[in-house]
């Protein structure tokens, strides 16, 4: 095992969190870098799925939301 360079290792934490120095010395990711993962997948699961419409079904029953095409008479 080789020890770090001692020039470098003050100069690469710099603006970075504990949290942060931590994660990059056990090679896992930060909590930050979980939020921002599952909010892309969150984003490209939802453009995915088929957009859903508000529809009366009666001047005296709820609101429907449907999520096909149809509108209901």
Same mark, same amino acid.
């Given at each position: 095992?080789?020890?770090? !360079?001692?020039? &470098?290792?003050?100069?690469?934490?710099?603006?970075?969190?504990?949290?942060?120095i931590?994660? !990059?010395?056990?090679?896992?990711?930060t909590?930050?870098d979980? !939020?921002r993962?599952a909010? !892309?997948d969150?984003?490209e &699961?939802?453009t995915?799925?088929?957009?859903a419409?508000?529809?009366r079904?009666?001047?005296?029953g709820?609101?429907?939301?449907?999520?096909?095409?149809?509108?209901?008479s």
């Amino acid at each position: 095992m080789s020890l770090p !360079h001692p020039d &470098f290792e003050v100069h690469d934490n710099v603006g970075r969190t504990t949290e942060q120095i931590t994660a !990059h010395r056990d090679d896992r990711p930060t909590a930050d870098d979980l !939020h921002r993962w599952a909010a !892309h997948d969150a984003r490209e &699961f939802s453009t995915a799925l088929p957009t859903a419409r508000l529809v009366r079904a009666s001047a005296t029953g709820p609101a429907i939301s449907t999520g096909s095409a149809q509108q209901l008479s």
